[in-house]
Nanobody, 120 residues
Framework: QVQVVESGGGLVQPGESLRLSCAASGSISSIYGMGWFRQAPGKLRELVARVSTEGQANYGDSMQGRLTISRDDAKNTMYLQMETLRPEDTAVYSC??????????????WGQGTQVTVSS
């Protein structure tokens, strides 16, 4: 059984930073692409950032220049460092990982989401 779990969300003030983590566990053969989406109340879900197996990063438009995505394959974990947060960054941030389980084909696994609130 494979699980993906986010951590690191919380309440921060405008201008502060936050680092989210996304850890995969279970019977994993390989992890391919990983990434983050976010959804704010009343808004569509949007891509925040993604990182390929080779470590190539792509960022969504909304947080350009304020993000660093990385992964530690030895720990099956991905990180999202967010800088200079703004109130409009308030959302539920969800991570995904494209995983080949020990038995079976590649699937996209999602975490449960972590709330990020930016407010003074």
């Amino acid at each position: 059984q494979v699980q993906v779990v986010e951590s690191g969300g919380g309440l921060v003030q405008p201008g502060e930073s936050l680092r989210l983590s996304c850890a995969a566990s279970g019977s994993i053969s390989s992890i391919y692409g990983m990434g983050w989406f976010r959804q704010a109340p009343g808004k569509l879900r949007e891509l925040v950032a993604r990182v390929s197996t080779e470590g190539q990063a792509n960022y969504g438009d909304s947080m350009q220049g304020r993000l660093t995505i990385s992964r530690d394959d030895a720990k099956n974990t991905m990180y999202l460092q967010m800088e200079t947060l703004r109130p409009e960054d308030t959302a539920v941030y969800s991570c995904y990982a494209d995983i080949r389980p020990s038995a079976g084909s590649v699937q996209r696994f999602w975490g449960q989401g972590t709330q990020v609130t930016v407010s003074s």
